[in-house]
């Protein structure tokens, strides 16, 4: 069983433990069959009734087939079909949503007429919805008005069905006013934007065509495990040969996870030190709308599956990608130009660099050492290679080299860091204290196993800090928290992803399942799960939690404890908080690059859940002219606090480190602040001997 378990712990560290990707069926010349014709097969019907056994009986949570598990699989598979309610009236939607006994027989029997019948149904009306649309940019290009006044909501998830189908022509007719004038912004004449849209639509028609039983078999599957949580997932054969590979291609190209959601290819994250994560544009929740690569023309991708977005993406060594891309609420439409390579293991190794500061008159310098991800040369491990690399030993290395340079403290930066191997989270927790518990792992069966470090020694005994964000997961987590309960150090930023479940890989008679096995929790008996780390000082947050992070997906597993193995501890830094929280507020008021920061954070927070995006061509071009001149009075009042130079527009060069690596006004004055955080503690430790 254990063995089983840190199988499963690799993946989920790995992965974030993500939605799955969507299937990737075969994209070729020959015939496919009609969709009326697809037929769920014996093999289809036998894996239902696995999963669902396997369900109820190894998943972590107390799972029980009952009406609301089944209402909940039945919602799930009707926003899956229709993600936009843009095909079924609130009618036509609550009487689908009332045939719960159909869904019972499906996971009970495995009798799967009604999902298939379902998706046949639904499915049909989007045809008929693309095939008018075509119809009319075809023939009546004339019929647009790009003088309306009114605004177009991409984002309908929180938006109930439409009431009449005149409302479903509104929303097909604004969205294609929609698509069309974001076309042409990009310097296309009205036909141009036509032609391409025409050939959008083309290619959406021409994937349904390509959908095969598989597809809808595992889309099903998927509403049913999605309903216990987002992290269970079926993949059928094809799927499941295609696993490890995906997984390997975010190491090569652009380095970048995607996924489908709805008719986009959505960032979901980017690997620490990959090409798009050097690059610096491409951001976690961008939508992918076109691919192009070198000087060639962008071809859109828009309802492709998400092998061939990938398949063009990956281009020779070397080579220019440009990717189309908009926010997720259909603003911030731009061309991003990503060299394409392999990340090399040197790109995500922790590396280190000096901050000096002044306090009280005198020059102070904070070590700081980045860690992208949680990283073990396994095979080196095994045979006993000499000097293997892993994360403890390259960061004992690097404090060792910083001690020599003379470092008043030390700062852990764990910011983007999704996990890794948790083993490494282990030990470099080692680094920092004597001996002791670090994470403790409950399975389905309510066992509880508890890792630890048992070296006693301290490698680095001196005034520490880690610093977090949003996409900081799972070992990072897990490290953040050891550090936190310990009262070894201070923990500053925003508050972490929240991904603390454990995810294994069982075969099955047809296909595999990514079943939830086990929980993480702290040594102080808190689940990771859900909340995540909350920081000892939080600094203005830069992602929207609504979007990213645990918190976010439906149906995530809830937080909660188990018994605490490390007893609470009245630690120093508990009773010096207030003080240095005071300290932090007031010297942020002057500080230009975190006043840019509190802006920065400020202009994401109002623009959060934003009214839409306007259908006047004008008025879209001035709200975009408003927003590029906010961010450069940003820009400008940062610059003319330091002294430095005003710009008349953005500049698109960044400063850059020893490695390389883009840094920007953020990155400054989030480590500089927790510096002078550490510093201050510092100095509140001395007072204190």
């Known amino acids: 069983m254990r063995t089983h378990l840190m199988r499963g712990l690799m993946i989920c560290l790995l992965t974030l433990g993500l939605s799955p990707l969507v299937s990737a069926a075969e994209s070729s010349t020959r015939q496919y069959?009609?969709?009326?014709?697809?037929?769920?097969?014996?093999?289809?019907?036998?894996?239902?009734?696995?999963?669902?056994?396997?369900?109820?009986?190894?998943?972590?949570?107390?799972?029980?087939?009952?009406?609301?598990?089944?209402?909940?699989?039945?919602?799930?598979?009707?926003?899956?079909?229709?993600?936009?309610?843009?095909?079924?009236?609130?009618?036509?939607?609550?009487?689908?949503?009332?045939?719960?006994?159909?869904?019972?027989?499906?996971?009970v029997k495995g009798d799967l007429d009604y999902p298939f019948a379902l998706f046949v149904e639904v499915t049909q009306k989007q045809i008929q919805r693309l095939e008018n649309n075509l119809n009319q940019l075809k023939n009546n290009l004339a019929s647009f008005n790009f003088q309306q006044d009114q605004r177009f909501y991409a984002d309908r998830r929180e938006m109930d069905w439409p009431e009449t189908t005149a409302e479903l022509d509104t929303y097909w007719q604004q969205r294609m006013t929609h698509e069309l004038l974001n076309l042409m912004a990009a310097n296309k004449s009205t036909e141009e934007a036509r032609d391409l849209l025409v050939r959008r639509y083309e290619n959406q028609l021409n994937r349904i065509r390509q959908t095969n039983s598989d597809d809808i078999f595992q889309g099903f599957m998927n509403a049913f495990t999605t309903s216990v949580d987002p992290?269970?997932?079926?993949?059928?054969?094809?799927?499941?040969?295609?696993?490890?590979?995906?997984?390997?291609?975010?190491?090569?190209?652009?380095?970048?996870?995607?996924?489908?959601?709805?008719?986009?290819?959505?960032?979901?994250?980017l690997v620490p030190g990959g090409p798009a994560d050097k690059q610096g544009e491409l951001k976690p929740t961008d939508q992918i709308l076109g691919v192009g690569q070198g000087n060639e023309e962008i071809e859109n991708v828009i309802g492709w599956r998400l092998d061939e977005v990938v398949d063009l993406i990956r281009g020779p060594r070397g080579s220019i990608v440009r990717l189309e891309v908009q926010a997720a609420d259909?603003?911030?439409?731009?061309?991003?130009?990503?060299?394409?390579?392999?990340?090399q293991l040197e790109d995500q190794a922790a590396s280190k660099k000096l901050i000096e500061t002044t306090l009280n008159g005198e020059t102070r310098r904070i070590g700081v050492i980045e860690i992208p991800t949680f990283y073990l040369d396994f095979e080196g491990q095994r045979t006993n290679k000499k000097d293997f690399r892993s994360t403890t030993r390259d960061v004992a290395r690097l404090i060792d080299e910083l001690e020599e340079e003379g470092i008043d403290g030390l700062v852990i930066d764990l910011r983007n860091n999704g996990g890794g191997a948790l083993q490494e989270a282990n030990s470099l927790v080692g680094l920092f204290i004597s001996r002791g518990?670090?994470?403790q792992i409950r399975d389905s069966d309510g066992r509880v196993n508890i890792l630890g470090d048992s070296g006693g020694t301290t490698h680095y005994s001196g005034p520490l800090a880690v610093v977090i964000n949003r996409l900081s997961a799972s070992a990072s987590e897990i490290f953040a928290g050891a550090i936190q309960d310990y009262g070894r150090g201070l923990v500053v930023g925003e508050q972490s992803f929240g991904k603390g479940t454990v995810q294994t890989i069982m075969d099955l008679s047809y296909g595999q399942l990514k079943i939830t096995r086990a929980k993480f929790y702290r040594v102080s008996g808190d689940s990771t799960q859900h909340r995540g780390i909350v920081p000892d000082i939080l600094f203005p947050p830069l992602f929207d939690a609504k979007e990213i992070g645990e918190s976010s997906s439906p149906n995530a597993l809830p937080w909660d404890q188990v018994k605490a193995i490390l007893p609470?501890?009245?630690?120093?830094i508990k009773s010096a908080l207030a003080k240095l929280i005071a300290s932090h507020e007031?010297?942020?008021?002057?500080?230009?690059?975190?006043?840019?920061?509190?802006?920065?954070?400020?202009?994401?927070?109002?623009?959060?859940?934003?009214?839409?995006?306007?259908?006047?061509?004008?008025?879209?071009?001035?709200?975009?002219?408003?927003?590029?001149?906010?961010?450069?009075?940003?820009?400008?009042?940062?610059?003319?606090?330091?002294?430095?130079?005003?710009?008349?527009?953005?500049?698109?060069?960044?400063d850059k480190d020893s490695t390389n690596k883009k840094v920007t006004p953020v990155d400054t004055a989030i480590l500089e602040e927790a510096g002078r955080i550490l510093l201050d503690y510092s100095q509140i430790q001395t007072s204190q001997r």
Do not use: C
């Open 231 to 269: 992290h269970t997932n079926y993949f059928s054969p094809r799927r499941s040969e295609s696993f490890n590979i995906q997984m390997k291609l975010s190491l090569d190209g652009i380095g970048a996870m995607l996924q489908i959601e709805n008719e986009f290819t959505k960032v979901v994250s």
């Open 33 to 107: 069959t009609p969709l009326e014709e697809l037929q769920p097969s014996a093999a289809h019907r036998q894996v239902a009734r696995e999963i669902t056994r396997t369900m109820t009986r190894q998943h972590f949570a107390d799972v029980t087939l009952n009406k609301a598990l089944e209402k909940q699989t039945l919602e799930n598979y009707l926003k899956q079909l229709d993600h936009s309610k843009s095909l079924l009236t609130a009618k036509q939607a609550k009487s689908i949503l009332k045939n719960t006994s159909a869904i019972e027989n499906a996971l």
């Open 586 to 654: 007031e010297r942020t008021k002057k500080d230009p690059n975190f006043l840019f920061l509190t802006e920065q954070s400020d202009w994401l927070s109002r623009h959060e859940g934003s009214p839409g995006i306007s259908l006047n061509r004008e008025q879209r071009k001035l709200e975009q002219e408003k927003d590029e001149a906010e961010h450069l009075a940003m820009e400008n009042r940062r610059r003319k606090g330091l002294g430095l130079p005003l710009l008349t527009k953005l500049d698109e060069e960044a």
């Open 437 to 439: 518990p670090t994470v």
């Open 568 to 572: 609470p501890r009245q630690s120093l």
């Open 330 to 343: 259909s603003t911030n439409h731009r061309i991003v130009e990503i060299e394409s390579n392999a990340v």
